[in-house]
């Protein structure tokens, strides 16, 4: 089984995948699987088979150089939603948008939507440039029932160690405070700054957040970002949660 999966195409996100993958890999018993799946339709042109295994084959060895292990890698044809959904891993490590989406300059890619609701495996959203992860950004709502945000970044040592802000976000009627202060409990031996933001979405929050403070790595929970079968994540703008160079775990 592959701790973490990173899931490359020939896009220019293929690095920004790659990269982060060795990150939460950190440890050496953590282990990486290098994962392409070619969804080109059987009356279509090939992908380049040639291409596609040295764009496989450098990534393993940026990884093994880095001192990541065990590395390895698949190569495989069909949906890449299913292949991907399937295979066992603790973190799923993509870019926001792939091949398919090179165009689309205003909304994630094709997949991204389609793995977020696929599988429960925390998937990390990455952009073309990976810069190193110093400090973090949990997002949550007020909602008392969503909490995996807080309790991904608690299970996790790597994330633990460093500096993190927590900020609940309040829309107009909710309270966070019940929700600030099961986070301060929670997560009370790691000494984040946990604290409320009043705005009219995540986009707002994030926005205001990051130009005030900064984050390498924005972590948020599916049911805050989805919480419901209508809501979509497609809009990419530059004042958006996806918009900028930050990475998303969403977990």
Known sequence: MADVLAC???SAYANGARAPAGWFASDPDVGVEVLHVDETPKDGAPGGVAQVERL???AVRRLREEGVGPVTSAMTSGSFVDVASRLKADVIVMGKRGE???AARRGLG????EMVRATTTPICLTS???LPIHRVLVLLDADMDHRAAVEFVAS???LVALPADVVVVAGPGDEPDAKVEWARGILDARRPDVFSLRASGLDEAVTRYLDSRGADLIVVSRAVIAP???ARLQAIGASSLWGGRTPV???
């Open 8 to 10: 490359i195409d020939q």
């Open 56 to 58: 496989v084959e450098q």
């Open 100 to 102: 398919r989406s090179a």
């Open 110 to 113: 094709s997949s991204v939507e």
């Open 128 to 130: 073309k440039v990976f």
């Open 156 to 158: 996790q040592p790597r």
């Open 228 to 230: 419901g079968p209508e």
């Open 249 to 251: 775990l969403v977990c």
